[in-house]
């Protein structure tokens, strides 16, 4: 159990298209999602917190209007890269905590997005 | 902000042998946590370690939350070339996971 999936797994657009990667928790429910972006040989960074029906909270320097985030149901999450740019390209990685649980985190496979 | 500091930050080493890595902080943290990261894949959860001094083993792998709860190490022993790839330390406070930097660990056969 305690699968995450993302979709899609890499996506090229043009510069100024929106994105959208979505994040679900297929066998169990998430109230709380977490997206983070990875550049090549670095870290995780969490851009953002996504509560279940309620408003992401996102870490000081990410632009919400930017990185639109949208927890409609207790197991998808999805990302909006709103006009992409190729700085936007990166490595997006979604991590979601099972409700009730003992606090670990599971995370997706990761969606690579290239802007042109 | 929080910080970890992980280290190595890569390693080189020979099928067989056994690996150390460790990670320290300067804040606590309340569960400390061990991924793995293959290239183009999201982070796999190794091991996840709830209580100051817990010493936690997942087959070859041995983690340990420090006392003083702001360090934690992760050994692997006798390692495989399916070993390679990256590990990262995360330590938890309240809803916040922080990573380390990760330790790029290369087996030669």
């Known amino acids: 159990g305690a699968v995450v999936s993302q979709h899609p797994s890499w996506v090229i657009c043009k510069s100024g298209t929106s994105v959208k990667i979505e994040c679900r928790s297929l066998d169990f429910q998430a109230t709380t999602m977490f997206w983070y972006r990875q550049f090549p040989k670095q870290s995780l960074m969490l851009m953002a917190t996504?509560?279940?029906?309620?408003?992401?909270?996102?870490e000081q320097g990410v632009e919400k209007d930017k990185f639109l985030i949208n927890h409609a149901s207790l197991t998808l999450s999805t990302l909006t890269v709103t006009s992409a740019h190729p700085e936007d390209s990166s490595f997006y990685i979604c991590s979601a905590r099972k409700a009730g649980g003992a606090g670990e985190l599971f995370f997706g496979e990761g969606s690579r997005l290239t802007v042109l | 902000g929080q910080q970890l500091n992980q280290s190595p930050q890569s390693m080189f080493i020979q099928e067989g042998e056994d690996v150390s890595m460790n990670c320290t902080s300067s804040s606590i943290f309340n569960t400390w946590l061990w991924y793995k990261q293959d290239p183009g894949e999201g982070p796999v959860l190794l091991i996840a370690l709830y209580k100051a001094g817990e010493l936690t083993s997942n087959g070859r792998l041995t983690a340990q939350f420090g006392i003083t709860r702001k360090d934690s190490f992760l050994n692997i022993s006798a390692s495989i070339p399916s070993d390679v790839g990256i590990y990262f330390c995360?330590?938890?406070?309240?809803?916040?996971?922080?990573f380390g930097e990760g330790t790029q660990l290369t087996v030669n056969p």
């Open positions: 996504s509560n279940e029906g309620s408003k992401a909270t996102y």
């Open positions: 995360a330590g938890r406070s309240g809803s916040r996971l922080t």
